[in-house]
C-alpha cells in the first residue's frame, strides 16, 4: 500500500506567551489509499491543528514551523496560495463538527454545493445544480432539498449536506473533523454508516478525527493518539485497543463509559419528588386575529416520574424528547400545562411567587455549557455566594461556606477571587456543582452536565456527581442524550422520546434487557460497544 | 400569506400609534407658556387685546381645551391637518410639497452612505490592523466626530466660495426655470452638498459597522467552510462573509432612515434645503402649531412605515427570520 499522505516531522509554533511553545510537534503520520486513519484525542490535544495543516489552513499566527506533508508523493507544505486553492475540495475535501455552523446560513444548500464545483470545474449553475441534486439522493437526501436553508433541515441531513459537498468533485482524502459528535446516537450511527459506504465506494481516503474510542474501534484501519500536541501512540487499530502500549491510551480507554456495572436500584421509601402526568404545549402562529393555522409541539406528554433521597434518576432521550423541558418544568422556568409536582408533598405546579422561591431554593440545577453558565464577569465567590445571600445568609458565613463547599467539589479556596475564564472545563462544571449546593438542595438536577467535557474529565466529574450525591443524601435528576453516561451513574433511568416516556426501569435491567424497540435501537447505536465491552 | 397578514397587522399598529401621536403632541405643544395668538400679534406689530381676542375666537383658541382636541382629531380623520396660522393655507399641501425635497435628499445621502460606507469597512476588514484598516478608521472617526453643521459650512466654503463649482444653497436656480434634463441636472448639483454632509456622517458609521461585523463574520465555520471548498479569497468575502456581516446593517440603516425623514433640521437649514426640516424649523419659531402638528403626525406615519419596511427587508435578507 503507497501513501497517499505522509506527515513527517510537522511542527506548528503556537504565538508566544501561551502554555506552550508548540500547538503540534514533531507528528508523523501516514494515510494509505482508501484507508481510513483515526487520530484521537482531548481538546487542546493537536488533532485538528494537524488536521488544518493538511488543508492549508491554519488559523492566523500559526504556521508551521518544520516538517513536511506529501500528498501523493508531492509535498505541499509551503506551497502557494493558489496551489492550495486548486487542491482544496477537489483533491482534498473537509467536513467539520457543527454542520448548522459550517454552512452558511443565508444561503440555500443546493447553492453552496454548487459554488464548490463551479470553483474548480468550468461547467454553469444548471449543470453543476443537476449534479448537486444527484449527490444530495446519493446521500439519502432528497433533490428537493437543494431549495432548503440550513435551518430548514435537521442535523443529521445537514450534514449529510456537507458530505455531499465534499464528495461533489470525488476528492481523493476526506478530513471528517468530530462529525457526528454534534448529532444524537442514532444519526451519529447513520452519518457513520454513510461515511464508511462512501469510503469502500470510491476507495477514498479517510482521515477522521474524534476524541470517542467508542467510534475509533467502529470505523479505524489505523489509529494515532495524541497528547499535548505529540502523536503517544499509533498503529493498527486492532492492536492499540487490544493491547495499549502508553498509559495515556489506557487511560483514555478506561475513561470511556461501559454500560455496564450501574449501581443497583435503592430499596423503595417515600419519594421527595414525584410527579404525575406532566404536560407541557408550546403553541405558535395563530396569524392575523388569530385566523391563520396554529401549531402545537406537544413537548410532554402525560410523563411522571418519582425521585428519593439518595437516589440517582437517569432521564435519557435524544433531541427533542423533552427532557430539558421536563427540567424546565420541574423548577418551574417554563409553566406547566397540566400534572403535578409533589415536592415534599406540595403542588409546585400550583405555586406562585413566594412559596415557589423558597421552594426552588431545595431544588437546584447544574448545567450543560461550563463556558455560558456562569457569569464572566463575576468572581468564584460572588457566583457561589449569590444564592444563599438572596435566600438572606449573612455575607461572612456565606463565604466561609463557600470555602467548605469547594473543598467538597475538590477546589483550592484559593479560587475565591478568580474569574470563570481562568478555569478549565472541568473545574467550572465543580464551580456550578459547589454553586448549586450551597442553597442545601434536596434535589439536584444536572442536566447534560458532563457533555462538553473530555472523556478523561467526564469520569471524573461523574465520580465527584456521585459522591455528593452519597455525602450529601441528595436526589438526583440526571440527564443526558449518552446512555453510557447514564448507565454509570443511575439507579434507575427513564427513556423519553417526543415529549413522553417510553421505559423505565433499574439501570442494570433496563441496559441488559431493554423492553422497548426504541431503547434497543438507541443502544445498538452507541459506537464501538461490541468490541469495547469485551 | 403569512407576510400579507402580517403586513396588515402592522398597519393596523400604525394607526394606533398616530392616534397616540395626535393626542400627546397635542397636550405638548399646549404646555409651552403663550399661544399663536400672541405671536401673530407680535409679527403683526401691536398687541391690543381686542386684535388678540380676535385672532383666538377665529382659530378657536378661546374653546375650552376638549372641545379643541376633540375638533382637531376628528378633522385629522377626515384627512384635514387644519391650516397654518402663519401663511394661512392647508397643513397638508404644504407639508406634501415640502415632503419630496426631503425623501430626496434623504435618499441620496442614505445611498450613498451605505454604498461608500459598506465598500470603506470591507476594505478596512480585509486586513485588520494594516495601514489601510487604520486610514479608514481615522477617517470615520473624524466624519463621526465632527459637528455636521461644520462639516456643511467647510463644504461651502471649499466647493462654493474658494472653488466656485457648486451651488452653496437651495434646491434649485432661482428664476432660470430650467425643465427637463437641464433641472435635474440643475437639482442633482444643488443635491450634492447637503447630501454628502449628511452622507458622510451615516458613511462613517455604516463603516465602522460594515468592519466590526466583518470581523466577526470571518471567524464563522462557515467562512473555514468555503475555504475548504477551494473557491478564492474575493468570492469568500463577498458571498460568504460580506452578505452575512450586512444582516445588522439593515436594523441600523432602516432606523436611520426613519430618523431622516423627520427632516434634517440641522443641514436643510445650513443650506436653505426647502424640506421638511426647515418647515419645522420655521414652524416652532412662528409658533405655528397646526403646522407643527401636521408635521409631528406625518412623520410618525412615515417612520412606521420604514419600520415595516425595514422588517420585511431583514426577513428577506435573513431567511431565519421570520415575520410573526
Redesign the interface.
Known amino acids: 500500500m503507497t501513501a497517499l499522505v505522509a506527515i513527517a516531522g510537522l511542527s506548528v509554533a503556537l504565538p508566544p506567551g501561551g502554555d506552550r511553545p508548540y500547538a503540534v510537534r514533531d507528528v508523523s503520520l501516514e494515510i494509505g489509499t482508501s484507508e481510513i486513519v483515526c487520530i484521537v484525542g482531548e481538546s487542546g490535544s493537536g488533532k485538528s491543528v494537524t488536521a488544518h495543516a493538511l488543508m492549508g489552513l491554519l488559523p492566523r499566527g500559526l504556521d508551521a514551523a518544520g516538517g513536511s506533508i506529501r500528498f501523493d508523493g508531492r509535498e505541499i507544505l509551503g506551497q502557494p496560495a493558489q496551489d492550495w486553492r486548486r487542491m482544496r475540495g477537489a483533491e482534498i475535501a473537509m467536513i467539520f463538527q457543527d454542520p448548522m455552523a459550517a454552512l452558511n446560513p443565508v444561503v440555500p444548500v443546493g447553492r453552496q454545493i454548487t459554488e464548490q464545483i463551479r470553483a474548480h470545474r468550468s461547467i454553469g449553475e444548471a449543470a453543476a445544480m443537476q449534479q448537486a441534486g444527484d449527490l444530495m439522493v446519493q446521500m439519502g437526501l432528497e433533490a428537493a432539498h437543494l431549495h432548503a436553508f440550513p435551518h430548514q433541515l435537521s442535523g443529521g441531513q445537514r450534514q449529510r449536506v456537507m458530505i455531499a459537498m465534499a464528495l461533489s468533485l470525488s476528492p481523493r482524502l476526506l478530513i471528517a473533523d468530530e462529525p457526528t459528535t454534534a448529532l444524537d446516537v442514532t444519526t451519529q450511527a447513520q452519518i457513520l454508516d454513510l461515511i464508511r459506504t462512501v469510503q469502500k465506494e470510491r476507495q477514498m481516503s479517510v482521515l477522521f478525527i474524534t476524541h470517542d474510542f467508542g467510534v475509533v474501534s467502529d470505523l479505524a484501519d489505523r489509529v494515532a493518539v495524541m497528547r499535548a500536541g505529540e502523536v503517544v501512540e499509533s498503529g493498527p487499530v486492532r492492536q492499540v485497543l487490544d493491547d495499549p502500549r502508553h498509559p495515556y491510551t489506557r487511560a483514555l480507554i478506561a475513561a470511556v463509559p461501559r454500560l455496564s456495572g450501574s449501581p443497583d436500584p435503592l430499596p423503595p421509601h417515600a419519594p421527595v419528588l414525584a410527579v404525575t402526568g406532566l404536560s407541557k404545549v408550546y403553541r405558535r402562529g395563530g396569524g392575523f386575529l388569530g385566523l391563520g393555522a396554529r401549531r402545537e409541539t406537544r413537548a410532554l406528554d402525560k410523563v411522571s416520574l418519582t425521585l428519593q433521597r439518595g437516589e440517582t434518576l437517569g432521564i435519557v432521550g435524544e433531541s427533542g424528547s423533552g427532557k430539558s423541558t421536563l427540567a424546565r418544568c420541574i423548577i418551574r422556568l417554563a409553566d406547566v400545562d397540566d400534572g403535578e409536582i409533589l415536592f415534599d408533598g406540595a403542588d409546585l405546579a400550583k405555586m406562585n411567587g413566594r412559596g415557589l422561591r423558597a421552594c426552588r431554593k431545595r431544588i437546584q440545577m447544574v448545567f450543560q455549557d461550563p463556558f455560558s453558565s456562569l457569569n464572566p464577569r463575576h468572581t468564584v465567590s460572588e457566583i457561589v455566594t449569590a444564592g444563599p445571600r438572596a435566600h438572606g445568609e449573612g455575607a461572612k458565613e456565606a463565604l466561609a461556606r463557600a470555602a467548605e463547599m469547594l473543598a467538597l467539589v475538590g477546589l483550592e479556596a484559593s479560587a475565591l477571587p478568580r474569574y470563570p475564564h481562568e478555569f478549565s472545563g472541568g473545574q467550572r462544571q465543580r464551580i456550578g456543582l459547589a454553586r448549586a449546593l450551597m442553597l442545601k438542595p434536596d434535589v439536584l438536577i444536572a442536566d447534560e452536565p458532563v457533555s462538553a467535557l473530555d472523556v478523561t474529565v467526564q469520569a471524573q466529574v461523574l465520580e465527584l456527581l456521585d459522591r455528593v450525591r452519597a455525602h450529601m443524601n441528595l436526589a438526583m435528576l440526571f440527564i443526558t442524550h449518552d446512555m453510557r453516561v447514564a448507565a454509570r451513574i443511575c439507579h434507575r433511568v427513564m427513556v423519553m422520546r417526543q415529549g413522553r416516556v417510553v421505559e423505565e426501569g433499574p439501570a442494570a435491567t433496563l441496559f441488559a434487557a431493554p423492553k422497548s424497540d426504541y431503547t434497543s435501537q438507541l443502544l445498538a447505536a452507541i459506537p464501538g460497544q461490541s468490541r469495547l465491552e469485551a | 400569506?403569512?407576510r400579507l397578514?402580517?403586513i396588515?397587522?402592522r398597519l393596523v399598529r400604525t394607526l394606533v400609534v398616530t392616534v397616540a401621536v395626535v393626542l400627546l403632541s397635542f397636550f405638548l405643544i399646549r404646555l409651552a407658556p403663550g399661544d399663536a395668538a400672541t405671536v401673530m400679534a407680535g409679527q403683526a406689530g401691536f398687541a391690543d387685546e381686542a386684535f388678540i381676542q380676535n385672532l383666538r375666537a377665529e382659530y378657536g383658541l378661546d374653546q375650552p381645551l376638549p372641545v379643541q382636541l376633540w375638533k382637531y382629531v376628528s378633522a385629522v380623520a377626515h384627512g384635514d391637518l387644519g391650516t397654518s396660522y402663519e401663511r394661512r393655507q392647508p397643513v397638508l399641501d404644504i407639508i406634501l410639497e415640502r415632503l419630496p425635497n426631503t425623501l430626496l435628499l434623504d435618499g441620496f445621502a442614505l445611498v450613498v452612505a451605505l454604498a461608500g460606507g459598506i465598500t470603506l469597512g470591507a476594505f478596512a476588514a480585509r486586513r485588520p490592523g494594516s495601514a489601510g484598516d487604520a486610514g479608514v478608521t481615522v477617517l470615520a472617526m473624524l466624519f463621526y466626530a465632527v459637528p455636521q453643521f461644520w462639516l456643511g459650512m467647510m463644504a461651502v466654503l471649499v466647493f462654493s466660495v474658494w472653488l466656485a463649482v457648486l451651488p452653496p444653497f437651495g434646491i434649485e436656480t432661482m428664476g432660470a426655470d430650467y425643465t427637463g434634463l437641464a433641472r435635474i441636472g440643475d437639482v442633482a448639483q444643488h443635491m450634492i452638498l447637503p447630501g454628502m454632509t449628511l452622507a458622510l456622517y451615516y458613511m462613517a458609521s455604516y463603516a465602522r459597522l460594515t468592519r466590526a461585523a466583518m470581523i466577526e463574520v470571518a471567524d464563522?465555520?462557515?467562512v473555514?467552510?468555503?475555504?475548504?471548498?477551494?473557491?478564492?479569497e474575493r468570492?469568500v468575502a463577498r458571498?460568504?462573509i460580506l452578505?452575512?456581516a450586512l444582516?445588522p446593517l439593515i436594523t441600523y440603516a432602516g432606523l436611520q432612515a426613519s430618523i431622516l425623514v423627520g427632516g434634517t433640521v440641522l443641514v436643510e437649514n445650513v443650506f436653505s434645503w426647502p424640506g421638511v426640516g426647515t418647515l419645522a424649523y420655521q414652524a416652532v419659531t412662528a409658533r405655528d402649531n397646526p403646522l407643527l402638528l401636521g408635521i409631528f403626525i406625518v412623520t410618525a406615519i412615515l417612520v412606521s412605515l420604514f419600520n415595516l419596511i425595514t422588517d420585511i427587508a431583514y426577513s428577506i435578507?435573513?431567511?431565519?427570520v421570520q415575520l410573526q
Open positions: 400569506m403569512n397578514s402580517y396588515a397587522r464563522a465555520d462557515f473555514k467552510t468555503a475555504r475548504a471548498k477551494g473557491i478564492g468570492q458571498r460568504h452578505r452575512n444582516i435578507a435573513d431567511p431565519r
